[in-house]
């Protein structure tokens, strides 16, 4: 029987590659993502501590020179937060920019797959339409020949 050899593995190959180096690049942006999330969330935490301190303080009592630098810190942060924000928002975009390139090249590696079985199926089916014909001329030769010899 012979052997089906499927002219476009290169490309098929190629896809398969290049779907896999999509699935690493989008898991490397959710990496990210998350990354830039956490990030976020220690500095809304410093912010809440900052700001549960400066009231401790202003209760207790404390000197405007003191003050004024919880404040100007309590600023830095916000500042801080607004720029992870901003960071985080681009993660986001960036993953769903992943996700929808690895979308496109699943579906163009399942289309060389698809037509890589339309291939196979239709080499395997003239495959077993030729051993049929082998097979039938075969039986066809055998018959002509046992008839033959039984009138000869």
Request: proline share 1%.
């Amino acid at each position: 029987m012979a052997k089906f050899h499927y002219p476009f593995q290169k490309i098929l190959d190629l896809k398969e590659n290049e779907k896999e180096f999509a699935q690493i690049q989008m898991a490397e942006a959710i990496k990210q993502q998350e990354a830039s999330l956490q990030k976020n969330q220690v500095i809304y935490e410093k912010i809440v501590e900052a700001e549960t301190l400066i009231k401790q303080k202003q209760q207790e009592g404390i000197n405007i020179f003191e003050l004024r630098m919880l404040e100007d810190y309590l600023i830095q942060l916000k500042e801080q937060l607004i720029f992870a924000q901003r960071e985080l928002k681009q993660m986001e975009s960036h993953v769903v920019r992943t996700q929808s390139d690895l979308r496109v090249k699943v579906q163009e590696e399942k289309t060389w797959i698809n037509i890589k079985n339309q291939k196979q199926s239709q080499f395997d089916e003239q495959v077993r339409l030729s051993e049929q014909s082998f097979f039938d001329e075969m039986a066809t030769t055998r018959f002509y020949r046992v008839i033959s010899a039984e009138r000869g």
